[in-house]
């Protein structure tokens, strides 16, 4: 199993190595530096690849790269293609009302867990500190600090 050789994920390899050897399954990290394993999950030189992904606050930047027949191969690592998905995600671009776009976010949820083109671990939790004097910050759940608006009274 390739992975980038950053404390976090190395140790979630070596947790999943450790689960996997209970029940049989000889496991062999492959520490690769971060750069370098991106260029070899795009030639498809991996049998498994365990990376993180910070995540967007809209679910097409979580979705649409990673498992649409048009993404880019240095995100759809796997080379997953499924027309009916490829047709939810469109028709998810396209809706403007959050409920029509939910269900067709639902329905590529239905192909995706049937087919498991990636398989999602964990979601980090995510600490901020700031001084009391730090006026308009929002946290969001992709981690991402947006700078924009902030101020110190």
């Known amino acids: 199993m390739m992975v980038p050789n950053t404390p976090e994920i190395l140790q979630t390899a070596q947790v999943i190595q450790a689960m996997a050897n209970e029940t049989g399954f000889d496991i062999r990290i492959q520490a690769t530096e971060f750069a370098s394993s991106l260029d070899l999950s795009v030639k ?19 979705i649409y790269n990673f498992v649409s027949c048009k993404a880019p191969p240095a995100l759809n690592v796997g080379g997953y293609c499924n027309q009916d998905v490829d047709r939810e995600l469109d028709a998810a671009r396209q809706a403007e009302a959050r409920a029509e776009r939910l269900a067709h976010y639902g329905k590529v949820a239905e192909y995706t867990l049937h087919d498991r083109p990636l398989i999602y671990l964990y979601h980090p939790k995510l600490l901020y500190a700031a001084t009391a004097k730090l006026a308009e910050f929002t946290p969001y759940p992709d981690g991402l600090i947006r700078p924009q608006g902030l101020r110190l009274e």
Do not use: H
Request: net charge negative; no cysteine; glycine share 22%.
């Open 44 to 62: 498809g030189d991996f049998e498994a690849y365990l990376i993180g992904w910070s995540g967007r606050t809209d679910p097409d930047g979580n």
